[in-house]
């Protein structure tokens, strides 16, 4: 467990997953153990969305690689490259082409294993500051490579007036829960508010779109995208794709307490 501090904020990363973001005594991430979600974040690299109708199988200009829902990236383990008081960095590395175990298979998966056709290496920080958490995203890799990125933290809900503010509207917890497992797209949005007890500005950089997920009434998942999957057919997943270079291969998230 890797523990940050600066003045009354507190942060807690277990193996890269955010498991706490706590400020005074409240806390803001959705807790392991409680109805919603198995996770309290993870990534969503290099695609997003599912694949089961397509065969597990993605279009890239090298061929066709395997991926499950949400990709390959976090079937791999990060270590920490870098560690002070209030911020730390991790990273995850991956060769062109290696098989990768499935962890849904063959409960959740037909696809036993998976694997990209790039190199990559995936770099993630947190930084605690005055104005609350920052986390960052870097991409590198093979000039031209194509993915997507989505961030998908899990928030903790407190009470029943909450509301997520977003592009001008208001949200309830009842409109995101009906949407379903397709979760609500949010698009041409780099903001959004969620409003609670202690209410919580997520700002971003690079991503572009937000998509909204819950099944239940005590968290929900504010998740900065770069593609909304559900665009597409599966076996069309390739649309969405960037295409890697210098000018877009790093990502910002910035979540700041608002009282």
Not at 122 to 128: P, Q
Not at 155 to 182: D, Q, T, W, Y
Request: proline content about 5%; charged content about 25%.
């Amino acid at each position: 467990m890797v523990n940050l501090k600066f003045d009354l904020q507190t942060v807690k990363i277990d193996e890269g997953e955010l498991v706490s973001y706590n400020v005074g005594g409240y806390e803001f991430i959705h807790q392991k153990g409680s109805p919603g979600w198995r996770n309290s974040d993870t990534e969503m690299f290099p695609i997003i969305g599912p694949t089961a109708d397509a065969g597990f199988s993605v279009e890239t200009p090298k061929g066709n690689a395997v991926q499950d829902q949400h990709g390959l990236l976090r079937e791999l383990e990060y270590r920490v490259v870098g560690k002070t008081e209030d911020s730390v960095e991790l990273v995850k590395e991956y060769k062109a082409n290696t098989k990768v175990k499935n962890s849904k298979y063959p409960d959740k998966s037909t696809a036993a294993e998976l694997f990209w056709p790039y190199d990559f290496s995936f770099k993630k920080s947190f930084r605690l500051k005055k104005d609350g958490l920052h986390i960052s995203f870097t991409i590198e890799g093979e000039q031209g490579m194509p993915f997507m990125l989505g961030y998908h933290p899990a928030f903790k809900l407190h009470g029943e007036n909450v509301c997520i503010k977003a592009n001008g509207k208001a949200i309830g917890i009842p409109e995101i829960i009906e949407v379903g497992s397709r979760a609500m797209q949010i698009p041409n949005c780099e903001s959004i508010l969620l409003s609670n007890e202690q209410s919580l500005v997520i700002s971003t950089e690079g991503f572009g779109h937000f998509m909204l997920w819950t099944e239940v009434d005590n968290m929900v998942c504010i998740e900065p995208i770069t593609f909304y999957p559900y665009a597409v057919e599966q076996k069309e997943l390739h649309k969405g794709f960037f295409h890697l270079n210098a000018d877009n291969g790093n990502f910002k998230v910035h979540l700041q307490p608002k009282k």
